[in-house]
């Protein structure tokens, strides 16, 4: 989406609170951007972050109601712990139910086919479709990471019209056709997709929705196959040893040796290198979120020598620095 038209959209809510759009720009160090130009993800995601936590609001007060800072977080702990990766998903509309909010949603199965539908409710507020798209995506994105797999979306529903800069959307729905104007807003999945089980753990699940919008959004290379089984035995070490393994190491644990490990991830479109970074950003934002360790400390948790390379890197993975995330978390 252009620049102009999702900050406009971001920033509605709390404009319609009272509050000044300029000081929260400022307060996310938001870039000055031409109108056209598309936004860094990092930057965008801390914009949400600071109006979020401004309005106390994680929908941004783009709904009638508010749906409190942290409540996300209890959501996909709740979600957790679902039989598999669908029961997760009703298990999060399920506890959505209780939010007085300006938007129903259902989950509904049949023919092979899973629909997450969202309806406006009649006379309550919907300020843009930023509402909606966020409705959508983020349980989405959030069962996906749960069952460690890639959850393609087959097609799309939204309620509004076709907006100018439609095609900016691809980027998150994949190649999914998609038709404007619908009675409603829905995503529609394969089944079979969903009758995965759930590989996160109730506290891995409540952090990733605690460091919502930032880590939803954030580059996951690793969330399928062997690249995912790699991560996690580098997570593991890193936890629990405080040093990185290396790469023959890491393939003797997953069982394949490091010319069969580095084809399995370039079949899968990975790279152990990249992987290997995915994990120390994960292990790291765990640290600094759940933590009192210093940003050396962490650092040198991480497998970094020197603070100033570990500084740099986390940079390079979030668009802030590790005090910064710290303290905006």
Known sequence: MEASQLVLDTLEGARARGYDPQKLLDAAQFPSLPPSERLPLVDYARLVGVVARTLDDEYLGLLDGRMPFGTFALQAAYARHGEDLLDAYRRLLEFARILDLSLVQTLEVGGGEVV?????LPGRIVRNPLAIQMTLVLPHRLVAWMGAHRLPITRVEFDYPEPRDADSLQAILGRAPVRYDADSSAFFFAEEHLRRRVRRTEEEARRWGRRTPLDAFLPNV???GVAFDVAR???RVLLDEQRCPSMSETGAAVGLPPHTLRRRLLAEG???LHVRSQAKRDVAIHLL???ALSVEEVGFRTGFSAANAF????RSWTGVTPRVYREGH
């Not at 997450?116 to 406006?120: D, E, I, K, L």
């Open 311 to 314: 500084i740099r890197a986390f």
């Open 289 to 291: 979120t759940s933590t």
């Open 222 to 224: 690793a969330n399928d």
């Open 270 to 272: 990975q790279d152990y």
């Open 116 to 120: 997450h539908r969202v309806r406006r």
């Open 233 to 235: 035995h580098i997570e």
